[in-house]
């Protein structure tokens, strides 16, 4: 067994946004210390670590001068320039490493590499140019979603076309070298897992969140989704399989599509916290926060066990900017079983995450009603 990182270290967290804060704060409550490096001097992160580096995720010098500072480096986005993941490992752990994130950063890469290993996707290809994409589109049917191959989320950096002819169309508001190209699947839902793995290979998994989106953007969450039990168990035997594939330390969520033929299909990985599973906080014996504090330091994981429903509601900047200021949140706070995590953010803006609402309950579905009231109460 490798040696753990015990409590009185020092975690390096490469991203101060909000997974950054959250993951922070349950490490302070271990008793570690934490530095972050963001490029942002006010980022959600600055307010509860004990060092802040701020300069570009590309910075490779940064990027060393933190892991030297470090027993163990992690990390809260993918957006983590690779000469900069290099230098950090030359200094000091990092978990996960930059192999996984070679691999992840990249649609194009990702894709390949799942189909390499034979996980199940939807039908899919890669594009470095107009003409290139038209005849991708073709072989898809016309109704496809383009991505860009790096950067891009919560929606932005992708293009819904309709007919081949619709290349020329995304291949310019995307703007990239290369693009990503999915068929358009008819959903029944979706939902997603999240694996945790520490430097011995012990894993734990969480139950399956059932997510709905608007805009492409995750309005709410419920776990444990009320899904079918062999869909949600397929689902995780897939997404620890690939954890253990990709060799990844910390934790990997993998986000799936469920069509209506009943497929189960992978449609992203992401090697950090993820937006789904903030429900953990309330519903599981172990928050997803604690557990990737646990993983990278090779501590003994936690229980995954549901503690208690919970349904969880994304809050986008554009309740400030409707309300003209800070919501009533007084108004939800009312509501027996809920409770709100704002992220520090000071830039309200429309469709930026700037805090969450989690409501517990008896069940899934009064759990998911619980939390759909309070957004109700936010409204103008």
């Not at 620890?240 to 497929?263: H, K, M, P, Q, Y």
């Not at 995954?304 to 003209?324: I, Q, S, Y």
């Amino acid at each position: 067994m490798s040696a753990p990182i015990l409590p009185g270290s020092t975690i390096g967290i490469l991203g101060g946004g909000q997974l950054g804060r959250m993951m922070a704060l349950s490490a302070r409550s271990l008793g570690y210390r934490i530095a972050c490096l963001d490029p942002d001097p006010h980022c959600g992160a600055h307010y509860v670590v004990e060092e802040h580096v701020v300069a570009r995720f590309d910075d490779v010098l940064a990027a060393e001068w933190l892991a030297s500072k470090s027993q163990v480096v992690t990390l809260e986005i993918e957006k983590i320039g690779l000469d900069a993941l290099e230098a950090v490992e030359r200094r000091a752990p990092l978990r996960p490493g930059a192999h996984v994130l070679g691999i992840v950063q990249d649609r194009a890469k990702q894709r390949a590499w799942l189909q390499s290993q034979g996980f199940p996707q939807g039908a899919h290809g890669s594009a470095s140019g107009a003409d290139e994409l038209r005849t991708l589109l073709a072989k898809l049917g016309g109704k496809a979603f383009v991505k860009a191959a790096r950067g891009g989320y919560d929606g932005r950096g992708q293009y819904e076309t309709k007919t081949p002819e619709d290349a020329n169309k995304a291949w310019e508001y995307l703007g990239a070298e290369v693009v990503v190209a999915e068929e358009a699947l008819t959903l029944e839902f979706e939902l997603s897992v999240m694996v945790a793995r520490n430097v011995d290979g012990h894993t734990a998994v969480f139950p399956a969140s059932y997510n709905h989106h608007i805009d492409r953007i995750l309005a709410w969450s419920v776990l444990p989704g009320a899904i079918d039990e062999r869909i949600a168990a397929k689902a995780q035997e897939i997404a620890v399989s690939i954890a253990n594939t990709i060799g990844c330390v910390g934790l990997l969520a993998t986000e799936f599509f469920v069509t209506g033929d009943g497929r189960i299909l992978v449609n992203e990985l992401a090697p950090r916290p993820h937006n789904s599973f903030h429900a953990t906080e309330a519903a599981c014996a172990t928050s997803q926060f604690e557990q990737a504090v646990r993983a990278v330091c090779n501590l003994p994981l936690g229980s995954t066990e549901v503690v208690r429903p919970t349904a969880m509601a994304n809050l986008l900047g554009d309740l400030w900017v409707d309300h003209k200021g800070v919501p009533p949140f007084e108004r939800l706070l009312s509501l027996p079983g809920v409770r709100l995590f704002l992220y520090g953010k000071d830039d309200a803006r429309r469709g930026r995450k700037m805090g969450h609402i989690l409501a517990s309950a008896g069940s899934p579905d009064a759990a998911r009603a619980l939390v759909e009231e309070a957004v109700r109460r936010l409204e103008p």
